[in-house]
Each structure stands twice: as structure tokens, then as C-alpha cells.
């Protein structure tokens, strides 16, 4: 039984392009959750979803980020013209159920922007 | 606004000594606090949690205190081990139950 998987696992990208971030969660899980770390910071929530449902975005910048959990395939976190702002761990947990008691994490992409 | 934070970031220990992590958090409403453990170049690993209407829970070799009186709670690590060196983060349950909201973390550093 994989846990969540995320990737890449680590993403190099030039100030104005895009970064596409994928989470698989583990088998069975339909609740993801994506969060972002700065240096020397704790995480951060960004987004909750749920298949094909956004929950909670109330941690989302409100341009440029967006998230998807589609019926087949894993979760994407999408940064549009990426700035060195941008640059810092993001990682996604995944539930069985509702809520973030029982949720497990990825080993987080770490995106830096150049 | 809620929010979790610890009172110590760095915390360096003998390997067999016991190691105290405090929190502090803001949201009385919270019901549940957990603790992560997060290694260097990993996501966070999930240790033991506890829920707003107990005082105490015990894991193997650690244990998390709460005091809701004035809002703080603690990770007790009984006879630290090397491998017990990490980053640890308090978090709460948000209101709404859908979300973790993360402490700042606290380094713990055990000496051989």
C-alpha cells in the first residue's frame, strides 16, 4: 500500500513559466490536501479538495494558483508565472475521510524558482 | 485569528535525557492537537495526537500534554534517541475540521 506520492520531487523553474505539481493519494483516499512550507517555517494550508470538488481555498493566493483532484488521476497544484516568492516545499496529505485527523503526507515537491 | 506557535526553535539534548517541546495556540475552539515529526528533506510524520476534552495521552516512548487553561501544549520524548533529530510541529484542527494549522516548528538536536 504506496502512501501519497508526489511529483516531481524536486522542480527548478524560470521566473514567469509555469510548475505543475502532482499528488496521488494513497489507495482509497479521496481528500486531499496541499500546504506549503517556507524555509525555516511551519505549513502553511493552501487548498482542500475532494474528488472533483474544491472544499477550502481559503489558503490560496488569489491569482496565479490553482488546484484540481479530477475522477481519475492525481491532484495538481498549478503555479502560473512562477515569481521567487513561489520558491519553498509544497506538500500534499490525503484522508480516507472527512477531515484532517488521519491524513498523511507526501515527501513534498520542493520548487525553486530561478 | 488562529494560530499555533512554539515557544522554543531550537532544542539540543544528551541522547538518553528526556526532551520537553512546548506550544502555545490561540483557538480555544480547536478539538483536536497533533504532533509531527518532520526529518530533513521529508513530509511530516505524525506521532501522536490528542483530543480537546483529555489532559493526557501516551504513545510508545512519548507523550503530549494539554492544558487548556492557558492554551499550551507539550511533547514529552522519554530517553532521546539520535534518531529522534527533526523538526516538530504542533498543529490544530481547524474549525471547520478540514484543515491542520502548523506552529512554527522546533529543532530538536540530540547529542551521541
Known amino acids: 500500500n504506496a502512501g501519497v506520492m508526489q511529483n516531481p520531487r524536486h522542480l527548478v523553474r524560470r521566473r514567469g513559466q509555469e510548475a505543475r505539481l502532482r499528488c496521488s493519494p494513497m489507495?482509497?483516499?479521496?481528500?486531499v490536501y496541499w500546504y506549503r512550507q517556507l524555509p525555516e517555517e511551519g505549513l502553511k494550508f493552501m487548498v482542500y479538495?475532494?474528488?472533483?470538488?474544491?472544499?477550502?481555498e481559503s489558503g490560496m493566493p488569489k491569482e496565479r494558483f490553482s488546484a484540481e483532484f479530477p475522477k481519475e488521476g492525481p491532484s495538481i497544484l498549478r503555479i502560473q508565472q512562477v515569481v521567487r516568492g513561489d520558491s519553498a516545499a509544497y506538500f500534499c496529505?490525503?484522508?480516507?475521510?472527512?477531515?484532517?485527523?488521519?491524513?498523511?503526507f507526501g515527501q513534498g515537491t520542493r520548487l525553486t524558482v530561478v | 485569528g488562529e494560530s499555533v506557535g512554539l515557544h522554543l526553535p531550537t532544542l539540543s539534548v544528551q541522547e538518553g535525557d528526556n526532551s520537553i517541546i512546548n506550544c502555545a495556540y490561540s483557538?480555544?475552539?480547536?478539538?483536536?492537537f497533533i504532533w509531527y515529526k518532520q526529518e530533513s528533506g521529508k513530509g511530516p510524520q505524525f506521532i501522536i495526537d490528542i483530543r480537546s476534552n483529555m489532559d493526557k495521552r501516551q504513545g510508545q516512548r512519548v507523550t503530549v500534554l494539554l492544558n487548556k487553561t492557558v492554551k499550551h501544549l507539550s511533547l514529552q520524548i522519554a530517553a532521546t534517541q539520535p534518531g529522534d533529530s527533526a523538526v516538530y510541529f504542533c498543529a490544530e484542527i481547524g474549525n471547520q475540521g478540514g484543515k491542520l494549522i502548523f506552529g512554527q516548528g522546533t529543532e530538536l538536536s540530540v547529542k551521541p
Open positions: 489507495k482509497g483516499h479521496s481528500h
Open positions: 483557538n480555544s475552539a480547536s478539538d483536536y
Open positions: 496529505a490525503s484522508s480516507l475521510e472527512q477531515g484532517a485527523l488521519k491524513a498523511f
Open positions: 479538495l475532494q474528488k472533483e470538488n474544491i472544499i477550502d
